[in-house]
């Protein structure tokens, strides 16, 4: 740092569009971001995705891998090709890049809060009832890419799926969300998981859930499957304050979180790495929707809300509350079905800071 | 056979009344069986579960597997104990009762149908208009009881579990699908996976998919991953017409199927064995729930709609559609919270008949 320094402090983000809607909803984010935020942000833009990949070959190189490292902070599109473009292997760009990036930078946090925000219809509940957060483990469960396949494509071919859970990643994240749940007014926090039939993986959840537990006696605790998680997350969602999960049950119980609380379009994320060692990275819980890219069509709400959990795990909570505050504002006042394009959301957002 | 046999064929029945309010609701089955079907039913009671592990270790003897399987059908109930009995270590009963049955008697399609039932106050459609099937693969994926563990209770244990797929075992269930779908009047079949993570199982999946595809040029096909098919699920079930998923998918998509269409309480299905080498298996997809074990307060009307299935799988359409003709109309004029005791559910049902 030179002697020159503005009396402003500045932050760095490592911004990746990536692939269909995804650079149009980040342009949004930016644009309320750099608003909202107490502190100017060096962007850094990284064309990572389906493009750069059909076109060099390159997922994710290592010289980039270590220059995103060198940031703040990150934040995310999408990432995902067309799901049968016959040039990109199944899983290419989500394993080798937004998998790779949670992984390598040990983003063992996945924080998904649902809020039923209002302006959305839910038969369920009134605004304000729904407000639960899942810490979805980021870094291990069938995600690790372990297994393998024998005789592809042959009539014998076995192919497996290992999902590995260790009480190091297993303990962490779990204390995570018991933290969590301890500073809310509810205090209280679901397992979810299917002990009756993943017996091993299941067995070491739910001892240091236990063990864990014992070290917060303020909160209480609740222990479901996955599939009775499904049918109280429909009929009475209100009833959750914080769950956490392994990474493949999180990611499906946040999709039908998404949709019972105002839709995917809603939906936040922020892949965090509590120890700091390395940049949290977020981005809203949808996909890259190739099919409505480019036209202006998708809802940058998610993505925005990302970037204010991003400023949150920055240091900036008032500044985050702002944005939620915008948003919220913004939907409350949303003509039904007005169909506004991505950027006027954007204006509107930031027009209210 | 001796000569004196009477006119009516008859069918013999296993029936594995189980845990929890399973006693009760296969009672109900039973009571309706019996008016229903066109067979005399010799059945034969097999008290496994919960009860007698705990007085007797003992889970499935061999002579017991032995003796239900030179059944026509087997009738199931629920199975599993109270969720922190420390007598029962979790999955037990799962894993080496109700797994260990699906397995041995190779019921490799786990069908369950979802139907929006009149009564059912769903608001995202009407009766009649969401009507699919779930055909979920019964003996393979994250079911087969792979994986292990390491250090257990240390802070290095690791545990992990295998998901197992075999061309063998997904071409079967995914080209019984089709062949359901060719039967139905939309003739569409989904394919569910994760294949931008699960990656080698994904990549099987779908290249069985496509392979069985070519042999129904009149089904239409579509593929959608887990975490998109819970907010179709939830937004716009009416799309789906049959539905093939891996095992442990289809656990969780069917709770979720069933919560959105009148309820777990109405949910019926069939672990069924295609190629008849072994008795195919009836149950509600609804647990034992021991919390209202033995108050006559469990809706019998997913084990009635399961013993449906079974006469149907016996050859017996025409009873099996009337006893679903039976509910149809004792759901359309329930009264709401009427709160009628499983017995009189099922006297309701029956007087139909
Ligand atoms: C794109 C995909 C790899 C990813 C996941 O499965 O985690 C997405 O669904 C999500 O939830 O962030
Ligand atoms: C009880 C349990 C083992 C079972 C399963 O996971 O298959 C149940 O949830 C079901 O869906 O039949």
Redesign the pocket.
Known sequence: MSDTQQPTASSTLAVIPGDGIGPEVTAEALKVLEVASPVRFESTRYDLGAERYLATGEVLPDSVLAEIRGHDAILLGAVGGKPNDPNLPPGILERGLLLRLRFELDHYVNLRPSRLLPGSASPLAEPGDIDFVVVREGTEGPYTGNGGALRVGTPAEVATEVSVNTAYGVERVVRDAFARAAKRPRKKLTLVH?T??LVNAGSLWWRLFEEVAAEFPDVTTDYM?I??AMIFMATDPARFDVIVTDNLFGDIITDLAAAITGGIGLAASGNVNPDRTAPSMFEPVHGSAPDIAGQQKADPTAAILSGALLLDHLGHPEAAARIEAAVLADLSERAPGAGRRTSEVGDAIAARL
Do not use: F
Request: charged content about 35%; aromatic content about 0%.
């Open positions: 299917k009756n039939v499957h599939d009775a």
